[in-house]
């Protein structure tokens, strides 16, 4: 067969991380992003059709015949993007709008975890008519809330502060009419991709994010500052678990739906001090950063895997994986995760390291070129350095080597991503 041509839905460095791992597949003859950023219309042809934008990105798919669509981001699944691709018979890496809604409403995916039995923290949904006060003193601080809204997780908030939690809660009641009070999990967090359709599913390397803006795990939520793969909480024992307990009675589950779940399913670990796992959240889509880090793990030719999922063949792929370790490093605009400043001028972009088994290069994600070709931020999270190397302190070295590189003023990138590994 001729090499296919894809279509990359998205604009951020997991959308980057995607159209190099399948610019290095055999398969795979041409890349087109939408939109895309500077680093992806390295890669491709960028196209100005937002990821949001259904009928958009279905007339560019259309329209350039494309092979397969790879979605990035969650909002175009829950909006039922894979879908549409499908009646027009285009393959679509993606679940459909009713599979993504294991992401798009917290409590579909609470209950769907109870009705299998699914390892996760005990949860309490409240209303304008509920006991708050009482709500609270049922779980020990910290106390974590979530309104139950697609918000790139930033509608969650973990605080030991009562004045602070009931407060959250009521402008989330006012704003959603309700909001989900969930029982605090302890220990490490992991993260697992699952490639899935109704034939199989393949787990990738885990990872582990670093969700909170400061170092040390202070401050904010993020959509995640950084990631490094494999993780080594996830022992092979811990692996095995998460696929019997969590992994396993979720593909059955899925599986057995009327239309089958076709993509990749982020399942958000938390892992006890017993090594036992349990289910913090899922997502419908790769990770980001999680995606920078594990796609250059994959050995094997990613078009053909992506394609199998999209056509429920995954079970006859058996990829192969890097024994190598790969990190991240996210550089953010200044204000982010609140409001940030964007369109200021970046340089040092293309400073990339190889030296012996190390490899080190820039993932952009918030950038765009202006009519000069002056590249400038354009997002929260602008871009990250991305390390691979036979081990994680040479790839750590690396990617901080590089970051170091970047200019770009009131920018800020957290010193200690893969502390816990080191
Ligand atoms: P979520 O958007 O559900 O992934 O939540 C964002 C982050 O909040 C997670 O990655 C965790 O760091 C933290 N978090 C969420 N739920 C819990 C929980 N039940 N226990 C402890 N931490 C949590
Ligand atoms: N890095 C967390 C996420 O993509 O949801």
């Known amino acids: 067969m001729a090499g296919m041509k894809v279509l990359v839905v998205g604009g951020g460095g997991r959308e980057h991380a995607l159209a190099i791992g399948l610019s290095e597949s055999n398969s795979v ?40 669509v790879v979605v990035g ?27 993504a809604e294991l992401e798009g409403s917290k409590l579909h995916a609470k209950r769907v975890m109870e009705s299998l039995g699914i390892p996760t923290g005990g949860v309490q949904i409240l209303r304008a008519d509920s006991d708050i006060d009482a709500a609270l003193a049922r779980y020990s601080p910290p106390w974590v809330i979530k309104r ?36 605090f999990l302890t220990g490490e967090e992991a993260s697992m991709l699952v490639i899935m359709d109704e034939s199989g ?41 998460v696929i019997e307990q969590i ?40 990770g980001d950063p999680e995606t920078q880090v594990t796609i250059p793990l994959i050995d094997s030719d990613l078009g053909l895997i992506l394609l199998a999922a999209a056509e429920g063949r995954i079970s006859g792929m058996e990829p192969v994986f890097s024994k190598r370790s790969a990190v991240t490093v996210v550089l953010a605009s200044e204000g982010y995760p609140g409001p940030s ?36 931020s354009n997002g929260g999270r602008v871009l990250s350095a991305t ?12 990617a901080y080597a590089v970051i170091d590189e970047i200019q770009l003023d009131g920018s800020h990138y957290r010193r200690d991503i893969a502390y816990r590994a080191l």
Not at 152 to 181: H, M, N, P, Q, Y
Request: net charge negative; aromatic share 4%.
């Open 29 to 68: 003859d041409s890349i087109h992003t939408c939109p895309g950023n500077a680093g992806t219309s390295m890669v491709g042809i960028n196209h100005n059709v937002s990821a949001t934008d259904v009928d958009g990105v279905v007339a560019l798919a259309s329209e350039l015949s494309v092979d397969l």
């Open 73 to 99: 981001p969650e909002a175009p699944l829950v909006a039922g993007l894979s879908d549409s691709l499908r009646e027009k018979g285009i393959p679509s890496f993606g679940p459909h709008s009713e599979g």
């Open 148 to 183: 139950d809204v697609l918000a790139a997780g930033k509608g969650v908030v973990v605080t030991e502060d009562v004045e602070d939690a009931r407060s959250f809660i009521e402008d989330s009641i006012s704003t959603d009419g309700f909001v989900l009070l969930e029982e």
């Open 201 to 241: 599913f393949i787990c990738l390397p885990a990872s582990q994010d670093h969700k909170r803006v400061g170092e040390g795990d202070t401050g904010p939520n993020t959509g995640g500052m950084g990631a490094y793969a494999p993780a080594p909480v996830v022992t092979p024992t811990v692996r095995q678990r």
């Open 247 to 286: 992994v396993n009675p979720m593909h059955h589950h899925l599986r057995n739906q009327p239309t089958p779940y076709r993509g990749v399913l982020y399942v958000g670990l938390m892992i006890d001090e017993e090594g036992a796992p349990s289910v913090v959240e899922y997502n419908v889509r790769f």
């Open 341 to 376: 400043k964007t369109g200021r001028r970046i340089s040092g972009e293309e400073t990339r390291i190889e030296e012996g088994e190390i490899t080190a290069f820039i993932h952009q994600a918030g950038t765009v070129r202006d009519d000069d070709g002056i590249l400038l």
């Open 387 to 398: 390390a691979i190397a036979n081990n994680l302190p040479s790839a750590v070295g690396a």
